[in-house]
């Protein structure tokens, strides 16, 4: 006997539940109502169990019903979603795009390719966060995020990673006039020195000195949340930082700026772009994603 095809008759009766009338349904799905109600009593005779309390008028689940509604649904979703991901490359963006960046690299580096993929898409809408705090995607409703240094292990995020981008030590030139040049690790602790913060961007700094990377704390001079206005801090001459270089890099061609320990300030920090763990890729998030990667491969995102 031929194995009896388990997704029988669920179309129909999802449409029958989410419409809470078998005629309505039957309207939704271009059939009669009869054909509605023998399909679910095909499907419940099936699985042995009553899915609807039938009514002249409207039809209301039972409580197995609503179960079997849920996991119905559910997968009916993850087909949709899957069909949508494999659609072919023209398929068009739509809806809203959530994604959260760091500030400073997101204004200078990001926007401009996220801007130009919203001018060749302009059915999708984007919501964009800049924060250099770590937000938690689940809670927050995000839909991609991008990310600098190593992720925490969750089973519930998926990490691409982008590029590996070069840490710099630097300070204002008329500070380090007036305060010497440090040269190792040690001399450090003679400096003023502007970190981040516990949510925001690092408070310890990474360094490879004696062949062996470490992670060290500086004299916390200077506090603050958000990687822009620590590059501004420093620029004004209030201490030494460690940042990404595409921070500080038109700062430093214009001379506001002054990298020092670059031998030992050559720990690259990773980027990677993070989204929730989900069983597809919507179309506008994978193709996000698929350009920040082709970005990365040519330079795009130094």
Same mark, same amino acid.
């Given at each position: 006997m031929a194995e009896q095809d388990p997704l029988q008759g669920v179309y129909v009766f999802v449409a029958a539940a989410r419409a809470g009338s078998f005629t309505l349904a039957a309207d939704r799905l271009g059939i009669t109502k009869s054909a509605?109600?023998?399909?679910? &009593? $095909? %499907?419940? &005779? $099936? %699985?042995? !169990?009553? %899915?609807?309390h039938r009514t002249t008028r409207l039809s209301r689940l039972t409580s197995d019903g609503e179960a079997y509604l849920a996991a119905c649904a559910s997968a009916m979703d993850e087909v949709t979603a899957a069909q949508s991901a494999l659609s072919s490359s023209d398929h068009i963006l739509s809806g809203r795009l959530r994604i959260d960046m760091p500030v400073a690299f997101g204004r200078t580096v990001l926007l401009p390719i996220l801007t130009d993929i919203a001018r060749s898409n302009p059915d999708l809408n984007l919501a964009l966060t800049f924060t250099d705090a770590t937000s938690d995607l689940l809670q927050d409703d995000v839909d991609l995020a991008v990310r600098f240094g190593s992720l925490a292990d969750s089973s519930n995020l998926i990490a691409r990673h982008l590029i590996d981008q070069e840490r710099v030590i630097c300070a204002a030139p008329s500070y380090l006039d007036q305060h010497g040049r440090p040269h190792t690790s040690a001399d450090l602790q003679a400096h003023r020195c502007v970190v981040g913060s516990p949510k925001g961007p690092p408070l310890a700094w990474i360094v490879r000195e004696d062949g062996r990377i470490r992670k060290i704390t500086p004299a916390v !001079?200077?506090?603050?949340?958000?990687g822009e206005a620590m590059v501004e801090a420093t620029v004004a001459g209030l201490g030494l930082c460690q940042v990404p270089i595409s921070m500080v890099r038109e700062r430093l061609s214009r001379n506001e700026l002054e990298a020092v320990m670059t031998n030992l300030s050559t720990v690259p920090v990773e980027v990677h772009a993070v989204w929730p763990r989900r069983a597809h890729l919507t179309p506008r998030v994978r193709h996000v994603v698929d350009r920040l990667v082709s970005e990365a491969a040519r330079g795009g995102l130094s």
């Open positions: 509605v109600g023998k399909s679910v &009593a $095909r %499907l419940e &005779a $099936r %699985l042995g !169990t009553k %899915l609807f !001079t200077h506090q603050i949340s958000d």
